[in-house]
């Protein structure tokens, strides 16, 4: 028996939570870093709020049992 995520909901960025907290904790680190363009910065910021919300969502997805697979 495998976990699977809610089927009706889409998978808009597919990665495994281990890479995007990598991925969170780099924006974090280049947009506290203030050596960005104004503009560039709040993009960054844009991507990294979109980033946590994804990962804060998957984390806290109900799981369903798949037991459709076969061993």
Not at 15 to 38: F, N
């Amino acid at each position: 028996m495998t976990s699977i995520l809610n089927p009706d909901m889409p998978q808009h960025f597919s990665t495994d939570a281990d890479v995007l907290c990598d991925y969170c904790q780099t924006l974090t680190q280049v947009v506290a870093g203030q050596s960005l363009l104004p503009e560039t910065e709040r993009v960054l910021k844009g991507l990294l709020c979109e980033r946590v919300w994804l990962f804060a969502a998957d984390l806290k997805a109900p799981r369903w049992a798949d037991n459709n697979t076969e061993h």
